[in-house]
């Protein structure tokens, strides 16, 4: 497969949940020329829940000179709809792009997701839950499966009962924190949703199948979102016996600093491990 950026196509403002409100969209990048459908990569970005959009895609960009596809979807803000939303409208992306694979030169059994802090967070939700029917059922394609089969973040929560376990500079428990908003509710007051929204609570027995492969990357000097959350979310992989790969990066605080070596490099090659192991 040549790998040229001359033969990227790029389409922007594509609807692929039009009953929200409002619309989401995303931009895909794919290449209408390769020999064989390529894999693809969704883009989670990053902005607590509430601030961001899917044009904050700089570092997954460098995935189109590894022909890789690549989509970056909208997901609603919590000042528009609280949990479990954005994880609904992730698995609506996944599973439109999966019903569009022919369209776009994908393909469908090789899908890997990337995501920062906040869109971490949705990534490693997509991974745990890949096997389960789980809020499949809003946006088109219900039928469709939203399975992904790589899973990297970057400084992302696991477990929200814990983001203060050591302090930082931020409280989680807050009722206007990140995470209260997300849930629509301080933390401290709605113990049966923040189950529900913790990712290491789907690594057990009973989500035993397909369970992706994680690369999970944080900063040591992380004060927002303190490292142990990481650690936590390998820990509950590793002792299930799935597949996860910890990089703990020396100095770095909550924000990465676009280094190719320390961060880029380590996620095109797990991607380039997990979703391209069949090509020559």
Sequence with gaps: ???DKNLIKCEREVPFRSDTNPTLKLTLYWYPESTSPTPAVFWF????WCN????????ALYLLLHNFALICPDYRMSYQAVFPAQIEDA???VRWVRAKADKYNID?????VWGESAGGYLASMLGVTSSMDIWNHKGHF????SAVQAVSLWAAPSNFYHMNDPSGIYDHYAPDSYESRLLGAPIAKVPEKVETANPVNYINDKNSDNVPPFLIMHGSD??????????????????????SEFILLDGYGHEFEFDMQAEIDPVINFFKKHLKKNEV
């Design 1 to 3: 497969m040549k790998s």
């Design 142 to 145: 219900p039928d469709i499966s």
């Design 91 to 93: 698995k609506a992306a």
């Design 45 to 48: 970005f990053r902005g607590g």
């Design 222 to 243: 992380d004060k927002i979102i303190i490292p142990e959350q990481s650690g936590l979310l390998h820990e509950a992989l590793t002792a299930k016996g799935f597949s």
């Design 52 to 59: 961001g959009n899917r044009k904050n895609c700089i570092q």
């Design 108 to 112: 469908p059994d090789r899908f890997g």
